[in-house]
Structures are given as C-alpha cells and as structure tokens.
C-alpha cells in the first residue's frame, strides 16, 4: 500500500487578488486544499486555508496535484 503525504510545504510562491497578497505555506493533497499567509493591504493577516480549485491557474500549474 503506498504512503500518502499529509502535507507538502512550499516557499516563494505568491500571488495576489484583487488588494490582497497571499504566500503559499502548505498543500493538502488528500482535502486538495492549501494554507496560505495573508497580506490586507501589507499587513499581515494570519493564516488561511483555502480550497486549491479558488487558486490561480498560474499557482495551480506550480503546485500541480497530480
């Protein structure tokens, strides 16, 4: 039976919508969701998990589930 990641960590992928910034922290591939550090306006405001198909299509290329 093969092993499963829970997580893989990422660094320097980012990306911006609308006037907020995010910075990829972590995917899950079993809940294909990601937590990401959010900037309002430059200011950090804390950690999000949020569901990979509301990504970019540029940061999904990247991260690349499969």
């Known amino acids: 039976m093969a092993k499963h990641k829970k997580s893989i ?4 992928i980012s990306f ?7 910075t990829v922290l972590r995917f899950f591939p079993l809940k294909m969701s990601v937590d990401v550090m959010a900037y309002e306006d430059g200011v950090k405001a804390g ?10 299509k540029e940061i999904k290329k990247i991260i690349k589930p499969n």
Do not use: C
């Not at 911006?16 to 995010?22: D, I």
């Not at 950690?47 to 970019?56: C, D, G, K, S, Y």
């Open 9 to 12: 960590e990422f660094e320097n």
């Open 47 to 56: 950690v999000r998990n949020i569901p990979f198909a509301h990504l970019p």
């Open 16 to 22: 911006s919508q609308e006037r907020n910034s995010y």
